[in-house]
């Protein structure tokens, strides 16, 4: 992969700071964007660089277009043409029912996990569609398994965004096949990582793992490892697809 340039969003931390790591120890540079979090931003990318890879770290809300628009131009004057895009970036919210969520709520949940997803994926198709003069490129997609099983009792807004992430994978997939692009999406299961907290919820690893046929979280490591595969060469013949990294569940 060497010289090729991947923009991970939400790449400062778990799932996504995975994907830059493991990207840029196979020869990836790669653009690690965050939100708000610098230091991990910032501590990642000094890593990457102490092991001998390239990697620059870009502030921006994917919910927030001005934010896309500059991130994805921070990107083409540190490393020019985009060669591939993970949509990582996402969130969730407290638990609750679907009649104790208001509208700000799901705003929020949507702006970050759907709108920004699009965003996103629009400018990189921009950069990378042979209809606009590129040499192809690579999306992949972060939904969730909980778009299957739905959430319920704790954040149905969430498992329906990712929904929207299949069935967005599926329809842009179509949309650019002809154009040189494949796009993808991995559906993780229980994952180890900081989001459980972030929802309020830090037990959640402890309380679920029992309901995983194979009996334990996954490692942030086993996602993006799965998400390498689709971003490389050997993936060349998969698009539209959406492949389940959850230990059977
Ligand atoms: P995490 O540990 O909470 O890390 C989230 C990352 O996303 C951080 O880098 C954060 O940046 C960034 N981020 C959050 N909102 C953003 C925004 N609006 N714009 C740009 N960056 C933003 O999350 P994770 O568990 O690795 O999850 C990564 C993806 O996997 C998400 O899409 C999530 O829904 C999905 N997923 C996770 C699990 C799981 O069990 N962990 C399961 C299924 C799916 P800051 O540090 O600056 O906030």
């Known amino acids: 992969m060497s010289g090729r ?8 931390r778990g799932i996504g700071a995975a994907v830059a790591r493991i990207a840029a120890s196979r020869g990836w540079r790669v653009a690690v964007n965050y939100a708000v979090n610098e230091a991990a931003a910032t501590a990642l990318v000094r890593s990457i660089g102490e092991a001998g890879g390239e990697a620059v770290a870009v502030k921006g809300d994917v ?10 131009e921070a990107v083409d004057t540190a490393f020019g043409p985009l060669d591939a895009l993970v949509n990582n970036a996402g969130v ?12 700000a709520r799901l705003e929020r949940m949507f702006r970050a996990n759907v709108v920004g997803s ?9 950069r990378m569609s042979t209809r606009y003069g590129g040499r192809g490129g690579v999306i ?3 939904s969730s ?5 739905g959430s319920p ?6 498992a329906a965004s990712k929904g929207a992430i299949d069935s967005f994978t599926v329809g842009l997939a179509r949309e650019v096949a002809e154009e040189g692009i494949r796009v993808n999406a991995v559906r993780p299961g229980l994952i180890g990582t900081e989001i459980h907290a972030s929802g309020g919820q830090p037990d959640r690893l402890e309380r679920l793992r029992g309901l995983v046929p194979m009996k334990r979280e996954g490692e942030a490591d086993e996602v993006a490892h799965a998400i390498l595969w689709l971003l490389s060469d050997e993936a060349s013949y998969t698009t539209g697809a959406i492949l389940n ?3 059977g569940r």
């Open 5 to 12: 340039t991947l923009l991970v969003t939400g790449g400062s």
């Open 63 to 72: 919910g927030v277009e001005a934010d896309v628009l500059r991130m994805f």
């Open 92 to 103: 969730v919210d407290r638990k609750a029912r679907v009649d104790e969520m208001d509208a």
């Open 118 to 126: 699009f965003l996103c994926a629009g400018q990189a198709v921009r």
């Open 140 to 142: 992949v997609n972060v």
């Open 145 to 149: 398994v909980a778009a299957v099983h």
């Open 153 to 158: 009792g704790e954040y149905v807004d969430y």
């Open 245 to 247: 990294v959850s230990g």
